[in-house]
């Protein structure tokens, strides 16, 4: 009898074993077939678990990344401080490692990864609550070709802004070289006329002058047209002429109160600098203009040891969250303003801060500058 009974707890053993191995190949080809890296770790921090996705990733095969420690065996992963999803793993805690770049030294290439972490738990604590933590998983994400993708948009964004620029600058030369220069010849024309036609009688006398305000009219609205396309004194006198010209014609148009908060003297910028910070005043006061409903704005310049920032500020109904976070590729989502700020600074490496309420509105504009040379910004 107890022959039988060894030989029945032995079939029984085996019969257990085969059953975990055959769930253990299941699991192991369900991993696998995901598209998704996955690994598991236990509480040394050794990989448990490396499924094919990893072993495409990085370059690394399973049977050499099973058993080794994460961090030896990736020392990045330490040095751009991985660990830390690590350990929340570990104490319990989910947590998402987003749009990172891990470049990857077995393959020398650098993708960005999502990595989702969470713990693995025993069943210690059954029904009632979780068990003690005896491990993590980990999902990545690559998004290496969605980021590639948002980068070419930001590329392009700007090369269409650079394009829009020249074309302003070039539009803005004819109007002001020729156009208005025409206009001016013609105004002069019928002022001559005027004097020679004294005899021609008070109809044509009157028609003579009004042809010759309407001619001085045209004239000066085709050179505001031309400055306000790309005014002359950015590129000629620099930043600081050009924002007190833009204000005040631009508080003449609106009937807005603009107030100036500028230094007595600007740093000397790159072109592209000045160009970039003009036309974020230029399109902030334009929305504060059309959307906040503010009677009045601020624009304020402040230098720092190695920063420019722009502010724009109004006392409006402010701008939804969710368009004031938006990122600076999601142009469809919050039009073309912003984006377009945003694209213009970051290819600077400045940056657009946004902050709205109720209250109002204030819009900054953040530019790292390397020169601390000055000039006067008097005229």
């Given at each position: 009898?107890?022959?039988?009974?060894?030989?029945?707890?032995?079939?029984?053993?085996?019969?257990?074993?085969?059953?975990?191995?055959?769930?253990?190949?299941?699991?192991?080809?369900?991993?696998?077939?995901?598209?998704?890296?996955?690994?598991?770790?236990?509480?040394?921090?050794?990989?448990?678990?490396?499924?094919?996705?990893?072993?495409?990733?990085?370059?690394?095969?399973?049977?050499?990344?099973?058993?080794?420690?994460?961090?030896?065996?990736?020392?990045?992963?330490?040095?751009?401080?991985?660990?830390?999803?690590?350990?929340?793993?570990?104490?319990?805690?989910?947590?998402?490692?987003?749009?990172?770049?891990?470049?990857?030294?077995?393959?020398?290439?650098?993708?960005?990864?999502?990595?989702?972490?969470?713990?693995?738990?025993?069943?210690s604590g059954g029904i009632a609550g979780p068990g003690k933590v005896i491990g993590g998983l980990a999902i990545l994400?690559?998004?290496?070709?969605?980021?590639?993708?948002?980068?070419?948009?930001?590329?392009?964004?700007?090369?269409?802004?650079?394009?829009?620029?020249?074309?302003?600058?070039?539009?803005?030369?004819?109007?002001?070289?020729?156009?208005?220069?025409?206009?001016?010849?013609?105004?002069?024309?019928?002022?001559?006329?005027?004097?020679?036609?004294?005899?021609?009688?008070?109809?044509?006398?009157?028609?003579?002058?009004?042809?010759?305000?309407?001619?001085?009219?045209?004239?000066?609205?085709?050179?505001?047209?031309?400055?306000?396309?790309?005014?002359?004194?950015?590129?000629?006198?620099?930043?600081?002429?050009?924002?007190?010209?833009?204000?005040?014609?631009?508080?003449?148009?609106?009937?807005?109160?603009?107030?100036?908060?500028?230094?007595?003297?600007?740093?000397?910028?790159?072109?592209?600098?000045?160009?970039?910070?003009?036309?974020?005043?230029?399109?902030?006061?334009?929305?504060?203009?059309?959307h906040s409903g503010s009677s009045t704005a601020k624009v304020r310049l402040i230098e720092g040891q190695n920063q420019?920032?722009?502010?724009?500020?109004?006392?409006?109904?402010?701008?939804?969250?969710?368009?004031?976070a938006a990122p600076e590729d999601d142009i469809l989502n919050t039009g073309v303003g912003l984006a377009g700020m945003?694209?213009?600074?970051?290819?600077?490496?400045?940056?657009?801060?946004?902050?709205?309420?109720?209250?109002?509105?204030?819009?900054?504009?953040?530019?790292?500058?390397?020169?601390?040379?000055?000039?006067?910004?008097?005229?």
């Amino acid at each position: 009898m107890a022959s039988q009974s060894m030989v029945s707890d032995e079939a029984a053993r085996k019969s257990a074993e085969r059953r975990l191995r055959r769930e253990r190949e299941f699991t192991q080809r369900l991993v696998d077939s995901t598209v998704e890296g996955i690994f598991a770790f236990d509480r040394e921090c050794r990989y448990t678990l490396w499924n094919r996705a990893m072993e495409r990733i990085f370059g690394i095969s399973r049977k050499d990344a099973v058993g080794r420690i994460a961090f030896d065996l990736l020392p990045s992963l330490r040095e751009t401080g991985e660990d830390r999803f690590f350990r929340d793993a570990l104490e319990g805690r989910s947590n998402v490692s987003r749009e990172r770049a891990y470049r990857i030294p077995e393959t020398g290439k650098e993708v960005f990864l999502e990595v989702y972490y969470s713990s693995i738990r025993d069943a210690s604590g059954g029904i009632a609550g979780p068990g003690k933590v005896i491990g993590g998983l980990a999902i990545l994400h690559d998004i290496t070709e969605r980021k590639q993708a948002e980068e070419s948009l930001r590329e392009l964004s700007v090369r269409l802004l650079r394009s829009q620029d020249e074309e302003r600058r070039r539009i803005a030369r004819e109007l002001h070289d020729s156009t208005a220069q025409t206009l001016s010849a013609l105004a002069l024309n019928f002022a001559l006329l005027a004097r020679e036609a004294a005899s021609a009688g008070p109809r044509a006398v009157a028609l003579i002058a009004e042809s010759q305000v309407l001619a001085n009219q045209a004239a000066a609205e085709v050179r505001n047209l031309s400055h306000l396309l790309h005014p002359p004194d950015l590129d000629a006198i620099g930043l600081l002429p050009a924002v007190r010209w833009y204000t005040a014609r631009f508080a003449e148009r609106t009937h807005l109160h603009v107030d100036l908060e500028l230094p007595g003297e600007a740093p000397t910028l790159a072109p592209d600098v000045e160009l970039a910070l003009f036309r974020v005043m230029q399109e902030g006061l334009n929305n504060v203009h059309r959307h906040s409903g503010s009677s009045t704005a601020k624009v304020r310049l402040i230098e720092g040891q190695n920063q420019i920032t722009l502010e724009v500020e109004d006392q409006g109904r402010g701008i939804p969250s969710e368009i004031s976070a938006a990122p600076e590729d999601d142009i469809l989502n919050t039009g073309v303003g912003l984006a377009g700020m945003r694209a213009r600074l970051s290819q600077l490496g400045g940056v657009l801060e946004i902050e709205s309420s109720s209250e109002g509105t204030k819009l900054r504009a953040m530019v790292s500058v390397k020169e601390r040379k000055t000039m006067s910004a008097e005229g």
